[in-house]
C-alpha cells in the first residue's frame, strides 16, 4: 500500500502518545435555559461542549470514550491559504505554529502549508481512531487542497479496506466561486467515509438516500407496492395470486382469506364483518379497468417475507420492503446536491440574526449523515467543531426519531462559548421570530441539554511528578483506564475503608495506595488487610517491602507511584 511521506511525519507519527493528559474541568450544566454552575452527578446531561486544542481535548476523553463513539464527523481547515477564513486555513494559526515549533522543531521552518497541514492532522487522527467503535465510521469533510493527502494518511490510519468511496457534495451555483489558479469553477467540496474494521457498512446507504430513505431495526429500505402493476396485473392472468390480507396493527396480526381467488372460483366483495370487529383491517388489490387486480406473491410467499419483516402497511396500502442490502450491483454515483452552503449560512443568520460565521455546513447535511450512521442511543463526535452544526443536527433528529443520541464537541477558538455554545442554547430554546426570521417563522425548540468544559490541569507536572491538584477521582480514572482500558466508575464509598481496593476486572484486582503528602508502602501488614481474594494483585504505592518470592507465591505486582503509571 502507497504512503505519504512529508516533512516532519516522523516527529508526529507517535505523537499522539506523548500529548499531555489533562483534566476536563466542568464550568457549567445547561438545559431548558437554566445555568448551573454547582455542578453534581445528577447534572451529567451526557452532551459534551469542550473547549481547548483538540489534541489534548481528544486525549482527555480516551479514559471514557476509547471505543464508543458510533459516528465521528469533522470539518478541518481546508488549507486553501486564505488567512480571512475562522479557521485560518494556510495553519498559520499561532497555537498551530507554537505547537509545531514544539513538536517537529527547526525542521518545521521549511514546512510548506502542506507539510504543516499534514502535521497537524495526523496525531489528531490517530486519536479520533482510538475513540471510534468497532462498527463506527468516520466522515470528514475536505475540498481539493488536501483531498489527496487526507485519503492517503486515513488509508495509513483506518485501512484502506475500510474506505468506502469519496462522496462529493455539491457546495454552492459556482456564480461566485474563487477559481484561483483552477480553470474550472468549483462547485463541490468532499466528505470521506472510513469504517472502524471490517463489518458491513453498505455505502449505497449513504449514494442513495432519496430510494432507502426509511429505516427499521434491521436497516434501510424503500418500499414498493406489492400489488402488480403494469403486464399481467389482473388477477385472471395469475389466478392462484388473488386472496384478502386482513392486519391487525395493535399486535401486528394477519390472516388470510380465499376470499379473492378466481381458482376457487370464488370472489366476495364485502369484507369480513368479525375480522373487522377485532380490530383487522382489509387489503385487497385494486381493480384493473373493472377486471380484479393480484398481488405480486402467492400466499405462501408473503406469509414468509411477513414473518421475515419484510411487509409494510401504509394508508389502506400494502408494501413490499426493498432493502439496500438486496440491491446487487446497484451503486449510484457518489453525488449530494441538496445540502448548499448557503443552507448553513440562512440556518446561522435565523440563529444569530447576523452572520457570524464563514461557510458553516448545513445541519440538514449532518443530520442525514448521521440517520445513515447511527442508532438512537450513539454517541457522535466533532472535534472540529466551529459553528455547532453537529449538535444542531443530533438534537433534530432525536426530535424527530424519538431518540437520545449524543454529542460531543471541541473547538479550540474562544467562540467556543459564544457560538459553538450558544447556538446549542437557542436550538434548545427555539429560535426566529416573524421579524427577524428569514422564512418569517419561528422555529421550534428541540429540548435538550449539555455540559460545557475547558482543558484544566495535567495529571503529570514536569519531571514526571503526579499533580496532586487534579484531584484522586480523576487520577483513580486515569489509573483504572491505563491498566484496563474501560472507563472507571467508582463504587467504594470510602478509598481508605476499602484498603485502597478501586476494582476488579479478570480476576484482578488493582490497589492504588496513595495518601497525599505522605509515603505510603507496601508491606505484610498491608497485605494482611487485604479483604478480597483475586487471582492477580496490581498494587500502587511509593514503596514495597515485600520479598520476591512472596509476590510471586501471590501473584502481587507492585508499581512505583508515579513511575510506573503508564503513560497513552
Given at each position: 500500500m502507497p504512503t505519504l511521506n512529508w516533512i516532519g511525519k516522523e516527529k508526529v507519527i507517535n505523537h499522539h502518545q506523548d500529548v499531555p493528559y489533562k483534566i476536563l474541568e466542568p464550568l457549567y450544566n445547561y438545559e431548558l435555559g437554566v445555568m448551573n454552575y454547582e455542578l453534581d452527578a445528577t447534572l451529567n446531561s451526557g452532551n459534551k461542549i469542550i473547549h481547548g486544542d483538540n489534541l489534548e481535548a481528544l486525549k482527555s476523553l480516551l479514559p471514557e470514550y476509547e471505543g464508543k463513539i458510533k459516528c465521528i464527523y469533522i470539518d478541518p481547515p481546508y488549507n486553501t491559504g486564505n488567512e480571512s477564513w475562522v479557521y485560518n486555513d494556510n495553519v498559520n494559526h499561532p497555537k498551530i505554529k507554537k505547537w509545531l515549533g514544539e513538536v517537529v522543531g527547526k525542521d518545521g521552518e521549511d514546512l510548506t502549508?502542506?507539510?504543516?497541514?499534514?502535521?497537524?492532522?495526523?496525531?489528531?487522527?490517530?486519536?479520533?481512531?482510538?475513540?471510534?467503535?468497532?462498527?463506527?465510521?468516520?466522515?470528514?469533510?475536505?475540498?481539493?487542497?488536501?483531498?489527496?493527502?487526507?485519503?492517503?494518511?486515513?488509508?495509513?490510519?483506518?485501512?484502506?479496506?475500510?474506505?468506502?468511496?469519496?462522496?462529493?457534495?455539491?457546495?454552492?451555483?459556482?456564480?461566485?466561486?474563487?477559481?484561483?489558479?483552477?480553470?474550472?469553477?468549483?462547485?463541490?467540496?468532499?466528505?470521506?467515509?472510513?469504517?472502524?474494521?471490517?463489518?458491513?457498512?453498505?455505502?449505497?446507504?449513504?449514494?442513495?438516500?432519496?430510494?432507502?430513505?426509511?429505516?427499521?431495526?434491521?436497516?434501510?429500505?424503500?418500499?414498493?407496492?406489492?400489488?402488480?402493476?403494469?403486464?399481467?396485473?389482473?388477477?385472471?392472468?395469475?389466478?392462484?395470486?388473488?386472496?384478502?390480507?386482513?392486519?391487525?396493527?395493535?399486535?401486528?396480526?394477519?390472516?388470510?382469506?380465499?376470499?379473492?381467488?378466481?381458482?376457487?372460483?370464488?370472489?366476495?366483495?364485502?369484507?369480513?364483518?368479525?375480522l373487522l370487529s377485532l380490530g383487522f383491517i382489509c387489503y385487497r388489490p385494486r381493480k384493473r379497468d373493472m377486471a380484479l387486480g393480484r398481488w405480486r406473491w402467492g400466499d405462501g410467499t408473503f406469509i414468509e417475507r411477513f414473518n421475515n419483516n419484510q411487509v409494510y402497511f401504509d394508508k389502506g396500502r400494502v408494501y413490499m420492503k426493498e432493502r439496500a442490502s438486496d440491491v446487487v450491483n446497484k451503486y449510484p454515483e457518489a453525488l449530494i446536491e441538496d445540502y448548499l452552503n448557503t443552507q448553513g449560512t440562512n440556518e446561522l443568520k435565523e440563529i444569530f440574526y447576523s452572520k457570524t460565521f464563514d461557510f458553516p455546513k448545513p445541519s440538514e447535511l449532518l443530520k442525514f449523515i448521521f440517520t445513515v450512521s447511527t442508532d438512537k442511543n450513539s454517541i457522535i463526535l466533532d472535534s472540529f467543531a466551529g459553528s455547532g452544526t453537529t449538535a444542531h443536527a443530533v438534537l433534530n433528529l432525536n426530535k424527530q426519531d424519538g431518540g437520545n443520541r449524543k454529542y460531543i464537541l471541541i473547538e479550540m477558538e474562544d467562540y467556543a462559548d459564544t457560538i459553538t455554545a450558544e447556538r446549542v442554547k437557542r436550538v434548545v430554546m427555539g429560535y426566529g421570530n416573524s421579524e427577524t426570521s428569514i422564512t418569517g417563522l419561528k422555529t421550534e425548540g428541540t429540548g435538550g441539554s449539555f455540559n460545557y468544559y475547558q482543558l484544566g490541569e495535567p495529571l503529570f507536572l514536569e519531571e514526571d511528578v503526579l499533580n496532586e491538584a487534579v484531584g484522586l477521582e480523576n487520577i483513580l480514572k486515569y489509573i483504572w483506564y491505563s491498566e484496563t482500558r474501560t472507563s472507571y466508575s467508582p463504587t467504594k464509598p470510602s478509598l481508605v475503608e476499602e484498603n485502597y481496593h478501586i476494582g476488579t476486572k479478570d480476576q484482578t484486582d488493582y490497589y492504588f495506595y496513595y495518601t497525599k503528602d505522605a509515603v505510603t508502602t507496601v508491606d505484610y501488614d498491608f497485605m494482611a488487610k487485604i479483604k478480597h481474594k483475586a487471582s492477580q494483585y496490581i498494587i500502587y504505592a511509593d514503596n514495597c517491602l515485600l520479598e520476591k518470592d512472596f509476590m510471586l507465591k501471590h501473584h502481587i505486582i507492585f508499581k512505583k507511584i508515579p513511575r510506573d503509571i503508564t503513560r497513552f
Open positions: 502549508r502542506h507539510d504543516k497541514w499534514l502535521c497537524m492532522m495526523y496525531p489528531r487522527l490517530k486519536l479520533l481512531h482510538k475513540l471510534l467503535s468497532n462498527d463506527g465510521v468516520i466522515f470528514i469533510s475536505i475540498d481539493d487542497n488536501e483531498q489527496a493527502n487526507l485519503k492517503l494518511i486515513c488509508d495509513e490510519i483506518f485501512g484502506a479496506r475500510n474506505y468506502l468511496g469519496l462522496i462529493s457534495r455539491k457546495q454552492s451555483s459556482g456564480s461566485k466561486n474563487d477559481m484561483g489558479n483552477s480553470k474550472v469553477i468549483t462547485t463541490a467540496d468532499y466528505i470521506l467515509p472510513y469504517k472502524k474494521n471490517d463489518f458491513e457498512f453498505l455505502p449505497y446507504q449513504i449514494k442513495n438516500n432519496k430510494k432507502f430513505n426509511l429505516k427499521d431495526e434491521i436497516g434501510f429500505y424503500s418500499i414498493r407496492a406489492l400489488e402488480m402493476q403494469g403486464g399481467g396485473d389482473t388477477l385472471p392472468q395469475r389466478s392462484k395470486m388473488g386472496y384478502s390480507i386482513y392486519h391487525r396493527k395493535a399486535d401486528n396480526q394477519i390472516k388470510l382469506l380465499f376470499d379473492y381467488n378466481l381458482e376457487n372460483e370464488i370472489v366476495y366483495e364485502e369484507e369480513n364483518k368479525e
